[in-house]
């Protein structure tokens, strides 16, 4: 029984990450059930015995490509021992980041743009910033925890902000394909962040003031 609930889990995923990657190529309007169906090497009624319907299908290849998106970020972000030297230093491996999320991201804001009318693929809306969200919290959560930096503004703040530069880092390049200017854009954004963060002045005996 086990053997034919991995086979079955086996063949959903498989057929989950063609769509994805159908998405990513091709966009909404160039996917179709058929064309994932042969991508995936599955009879279309197999596929569609999993996702009766298309909406369905999208809605799981995008949480696909959503969570290896964020994945992405909370890598990146957990190999940053400081944020803002980070910003100051790194700014080419923070884009470089930000860049692969960039067509992940495009493929979702796709779905919504091509199929406004259908309820299923609006209703994961909020799904999708929950995600990033979670992560962007985890990030300032570590960042408090290690003392070594404090707000300067809200969480409440905070979060949005960040959330809405990083998807817009990532929506902006997918359209423009202009490194240059996403990483000039990234590098004065050290600024403002300097306006939110700041660091906790420490004393000789390595305690804060």
């Known amino acids: 029984m086990t053997e034919i609930a991995d086979h079955a889990a086996g063949a959903r995923q498989q057929i989950v990450q063609a769509a994805a990657a159908s998405l990513l190529e091709n966009g909404y309007a160039g996917t179709s059930v058929r064309a994932i169906a042969s991508r995936a090497g599955v009879p279309i009624g197999n596929l569609q015995y999993y996702f009766p319907t298309k909406s369905e299908l999208l809605v799981e290849a995008w949480r696909y490509l959503t969570a290896r998106s964020v994945e992405e970020l909370r890598t990146a972000c957990n190999q940053l021992d400081d944020l803002l030297e980070a910003l100051e230093l790194g700014v080419e491996t923070v884009w470089a980041t930000l860049r692969r999320l960039g067509d992940m991201q495009l493929a979702a804001f796709d779905l919504l743009v091509q199929a406004p009318r259908t309820e299923r693929l609006r209703a994961y809306l909020p799904e999708l910033f929950t995600r990033y969200r979670e992560v962007i919290q985890e990030q300032i959560d570590r960042l408090e925890a290690d003392g070594r930096v404090q707000l300067k503004v809200s969480?409440?703040?905070?979060?949005?902000?960040?959330?809405?530069?990083?998807?817009?880092?990532?929506?902006y390049y997918v359209v423009t394909r202009d490194d240059d200017s996403c990483l000039r854009a990234l590098s004065a954004f050290r600024y403002l962040a300097a306006s939110l963060i700041e660091r906790v002045d420490e004393k000789p005996d390595g305690h804060s003031s």
């Open 155 to 171: 969480r409440e703040v905070l979060v949005p902000l960040v959330l809405n530069t990083v998807l817009g880092f990532g929506l």
